[in-house]
């Protein structure tokens, strides 16, 4: 029997040796190969524009508090990479470095003088005076990830030191010199979990923890810890420990931002605090090494208690150790978990603007370009310009509703002269992700249409200028297979004979047809193709008075030009894409063509500043604290359904739609709805007063308002108004002095 047993036992172990060996050799081959053939995937990351501080700037120092905040800044001292002070009539901030498409910039302490609302100095630690600051831009989100993991993939030697040792100094002492499993630290693990009643060790070391990050399951078997251990030792075998270390820096699993796993301590870091790795304090680091343990357990926000107390015992470990002195210790125990804003992903933030990116880009893009290569994607969006433009379209559709059907409206903000979009909203609730307004809502456009009316006949100066004559009267247009046409204006009543420029401010329907018939619709339809609008398919006489659905982002893109002084270019979201080692590969330049009708465009505008001053839009005046000089036209369709404003500046344009999802009479207006959620975004924009450089083609006369007589500059009711030169009337104003001595006082050049 004892030799059957021997022989048995014997039988067992070759038969276990057999069996083994392959698997342990197909374990070595496969840990090996996967390691080394390992591809980490990155979503592509989505910035903000970088805001450029130099003196002169307008820029007040709340409104730069809001800049700093969105890039992850919090107040605090400004020793600290990460926080800001304000004080007096200044303001410091040690701001973060950051890699730009032109090379990285290390972070820096500024500090920023304000005279007013404006900069008025600025100073950095290596300056006494500087001519430019550039700011980090604020991250947007994450766009096209491959898989449910996000990372910040950071090389070994870009690590705070404190960070390399100190993980070492929690979860593997023994790194530098084991060969993947460590059997001492296995056995102190399990009495220093004995001794104190709990697990506060693990035995594992980061080689085993990184290969079941890697390869295997969560779950707890003796096989798959014999799994475990053979692919750490082969792990070991073939590659430096510093290519481990480094693959276990940016894999170990951090928690949840939304639908995405946090891996790696660098998108941890711009996670929990809003700050690259590199800038980590003592504290923050220990908090994010603790949470190594746990992530879910320790988490700092939904767990603050356990996470501190967690936090302050890597601390201890870290003192305990030599990594810190006494003062660093004592500093970072006493200190706050120092948390910054909520991660943008999970909170859905600007999602009608990303929506906007997203599409821009797969139209330049392949789909497999974009997946999980970490791209770094540079946009245009002005994030205080955007929460701004958020805040006013939520508030003022409340304020402003009337019924018990919800309104809905959209936003578009533009830089002018770049074509730059700097906000852009399609929901009045900001978090609510789904049918974007400012892009895919098509709504007829009203009166918003008729400028471009009276544009095209003022670029026929021969037969109209500003004052010249239109007949606002009942009038039946011709329409094959249909009934006669027969537009009303909106108060129903006819004005009779009124001065071009009045019927524009105005807005009178009937003047606008009789003039449209003149230039004609194939004109109109043409001149909307020149300036980036697709030519509408229906030619029904009606497109005069705005029968022509269009976006919002659509109707920004017909009044650039006019709001650039007479430069076209095509609208865009994206300034720059790099790929994750920092090569530009999509670069998206303006592009600026004049338009030819400049002297024309002039005169509109000229016509649309008066459409604010004395026409529909004039209760801007009092909505708007400080009118900088706004051109601007309202817009309503029929049955009220839907109501337009469009306003620029020298600095911005903008577009506001509202109305109702099912087109349904919402009892809206251009001048009464649309206008005042335009108002009050633009009171809270830093705004300068408009400087028009009127071409020189252009002479101003005195004009015996509103009829198309030369007057004095003394006459009651003259006005000054801008002429295509020759183009002036000939006629001349009773009040008009004879005297040949004073014959010229009805001229005037600016």
């Not at 008025?120 to 898989?147: F, H, I, K, Q």
């Not at 070994?156 to 404190?162: C, D, H």
């Not at 306003?647 to 999802?661: M, P």
Request: hydrophobic residues 40%.
């Amino acid at each position: 029997m004892r030799r059957f047993l021997w022989l048995l036992a014997l039988f067992a172990l070759g038969l276990g040796l057999g069996l083994a060996g392959p698997w342990i050799g197909w374990l070595d081959r496969e840990a090996g190969q996967r390691f080394g053939d390992r591809q980490w995937t990155q979503a592509s990351r989505v910035y903000a524009r970088p805001l450029e501080l130099y003196p002169g700037l307008a820029m007040s120092a709340q409104r730069l508090e809001r800049e700093l905040e969105a890039i992850g800044l919090s107040a605090g001292d400004p020793a600290s990479v990460g926080r800001y002070r304000r004080q007096g009539d200044g303001l410091e901030a040690h701001v973060p470095g950051f890699v730009f498409g032109d090379g990285r910039q290390a972070a820096q302490r500024v500090r920023v003088r304000f005279s007013g609302s404006a900069i008025a100095g600025l100073e950095t630690a290596t300056e006494t005076e500087t001519a430019l600051v550039r700011l980090p831009p604020a991250e947007l989100g994450s766009l096209l990830p491959l898989d449910d993991r996000d990372r910040t993939l950071v090389a070994l030697a870009e690590f705070p030191p404190l960070l390399v040792t100190g993980i070492q100094a929690v979860e593997d002492r023994q790194f530098a010199h084991h060969h993947g499993v460590d059997p001492r630290g296995l056995l102190r693990a399990a009495w220093t979990n004995l001794r104190r009643g709990e697990v506060v060790q693990g035995g594992s070391t980061i080689t085993q923890q990184l290969v079941k990050n890697l390869f295997l399951t969560p779950e707890r078997s003796l096989l798959r810890k014999l799994n475990e251990a053979v692919m750490a030792i082969s792990l070991e075998r073939r590659f430096s420990k510093a290519d481990i270390l480094e693959a276990y820096l940016n894999e170990v699993y951090l928690g949840q931002d939304g639908g995405r796993a946090i891996h790696g301590f660098g998108r941890a870091a711009e996670h929990y605090f809003g700050l690259p790795v590199q800038a980590l304090g003592v504290e923050q680091i220990a908090l994010l090494v603790g949470m190594v343990r746990g992530a879910s357990w320790y988490h700092p926000r939904r767990n603050p208690e356990r996470a501190r107390e967690r936090r302050d015992r890597v601390i201890d470990m870290f003192y305990e150790t030599g990594l810190i002195d006494e003062g660093a210790w004592r500093r970072a125990r006493a200190s706050g978990l120092g948390l910054g804003l909520p991660s943008r992903n999970g909170a859905r933030r600007h999602d009608g603007f990303l929506d906007l990116v997203a599409r821009q880009l797969r139209r330049d893009y392949r789909d497999s370009d974009l997946r999980g290569t970490g791209l770094r994607i540079f946009t245009t969006l002005d994030p205080v310009a955007q929460q701004e433009a958020e805040r006013a379209l939520a508030e003022g559709l409340t304020e402003l509703e009337r019924s018990s059907a919800e309104l809905q409206g959209a936003v578009v903000l533009v830089e002018p002269t770049s074509g730059e979009i700097r906000a852009l909203v399609g929901d009045r609730a900001p978090g609510r992700f789904g049918f974007n307004r400012a892009l895919d809502a098509r709504r007829p456009v009203g009166s918003v249409i008729k400028p471009f009316i009276y544009l095209l006949a003022l670029a026929q100066p021969d037969r109209w200028h500003l004052a010249s004559t239109l007949v606002d009267a009942p009038l039946s247009v011709a329409v094959a297979g249909q009934a006669p046409w027969r537009p009303d204006n909106i108060d129903q009543v006819s004005h009779g004979e009124v001065a071009l420029m009045d019927a524009l401010a105005r807005s009178f329907n009937q003047a606008t047809v009789a003039l449209g018939r003149e230039v004609g619709l194939p004109a109109l339809f043409g001149l909307l193709e020149q300036l980036g609008v697709a030519r509408p398919e229906q030619a029904h006489p009606s497109a005069f008075l705005g029968a022509i659905e269009l976006t919002p982002l659509q109707v920004a893109q017909l009044y650039q030009p006019l709001a650039a002084e007479g430069y076209s270019t095509p609208l865009r979201a994206i300034n720059q894409v790099l790929d994750r080692e920092g090569n530009e590969i999509g670069r998206y330049d303006r592009r600026l063509r004049p338009v030819r009708e400049r002297e024309a465009l002039a005169l509109l505008d000229f016509a649309l500043r008066h459409a604010v001053t004395d026409g529909t839009g004039r209760s801007l005046s009092w909505r708007l604290p400080e009118d900088p000089g706004v051109r601007g036209k309202t817009g309503t369709s029929n049955d009220r359904r839907d109501a337009w404003f469009v306003g620029y500046t020298d600095d911005w344009l903008g577009v506001v739609w509202t109305g109702r999802d099912d087109n349904a009479p919402a009892g809206v207006s251009g001048s009464a709805t649309a206008l005042p959620v335009w108002a009050e975004l633009f009171s809270r924009l830093p705004l300068r007063t408009v400087r028009r450089n009127w071409p020189e083609g252009l002479e101003w006369f005195w004009i015996d308002w509103p009829s198309p007589q030369l007057a004095a500059e003394n006459c009651p009711d003259a006005r000054a108004i801008p002429f295509v030169a020759g183009s002036q009337p000939t006629a001349r104003s009773p009040c008009l002095d004879p005297l040949p001595d004073e014959s010229r006082r009805w001229f005037r050049r600016r």
